[in-house]
């Protein structure tokens, strides 16, 4: 059975950098590709970006060149770093496995499994 | 205001049929590429529930259905319980925008 645990600082200060870790049991990273995906209070969900094949990574546009994506292998872990944060990055984050659910031969990317998700809090 | 338009709200007494609308544009739903859709019960995760249109993972009921035509798709909820009252999100692949959500539609069962 496949789990995802995310964690981090929890409260943080603006202009900081937020550092997650998603620590994986069940499987092995490389197996799959691994996104990040935030919700802020009352609001929707917010894809942040995505790495595959162990070091490539595509960003939401929208963060503008503040976030790193990386995993080691050893540790099976998946790592956020978003750079010079606002109030308006106070969100929970989750981050969740990024796979292949295949019918009649497809194969369809989808975010199949999830973390339980890490509050982050950003004071000004 | 998200890429992808679903309503805020929708309600239904139990046994009922529901749907959610999820109205996207030419860039993402009407480019062709799949729509997915998340249940997420109140103070969990998201989880996954239909993909590519139509598909139900294993131990989804089959009370949940998906379809899509031209720039929407939608999600339909068949014989209503008290445990389907939670938020639905739609997700597709925008063009420009890469992975997208719909702004949710929070259920509830009268």
């Known amino acids: 059975q496949v789990q995802l645990q995310e964690s981090g600082p929890g409260l943080m200060k603006a202009s900081e950098t937020l550092s997650l870790t998603c620590s994986v049991s069940?499987?092995?990273?490389?197996?799959?590709?691994w996104s990040w995906i935030r919700q802020s209070a009352g609001k929707g969900l917010e894809w942040l970006g995505r790495?595959?094949?162990?070091?490539?990574?595509d960003y939401n546009p929208s963060l503008k060149g503040r976030l790193t994506m990386s995993v080691d292998t050893s540790k099976n872990q998946v790592f956020l770093k978003l750079n010079s944060v606002t109030a308006a990055d106070t969100a929970v984050y989750y981050c969740a496995r990024d796979h292949g659910l295949c019918v009649n031969s497809v194969c369809y990317d989808v975010f199949d499994i999830w973390g339980q998700g890490t509050t982050v809090t950003v004071s000004s | 205001q998200s890429v992808l338009t679903q309503p805020p709200s929708v309600s239904g007494a139990p046994g009922q049929r529901v749907t959610i609308s999820c109205t996207g544009s030419?860039?993402?739903?009407?480019?062709?590429?799949?729509v997915h859709w998340y249940q997420q019960l109140p103070g969990s995760a998201p989880k996954l529930l239909i993909f590519a249109d139509s598909n139900r993972p294993s131990g989804v009921p089959d009370r949940f259905s998906g379809s899509k035509s031209g720039t929407s798709a939608s999600l339909a909820i068949t014989g209503l319980q008290a445990d389907d009252e939670a938020t639905y999100y739609c997700?597709?692949?925008?063009?420009?925008?890469?992975?997208?959500f719909g702004g949710g539609t929070k259920l509830t069962v009268l």
């Open positions: 030419s860039s993402n739903i009407g480019a062709g590429f799949d």
């Open positions: 997700q597709s692949y925008d063009s420009s925008l890469g992975e997208m």
């Open positions: 790495i595959y094949t162990r070091v490539n990574t």
């Open positions: 069940g499987a092995s990273i490389g197996t799959s590709d």
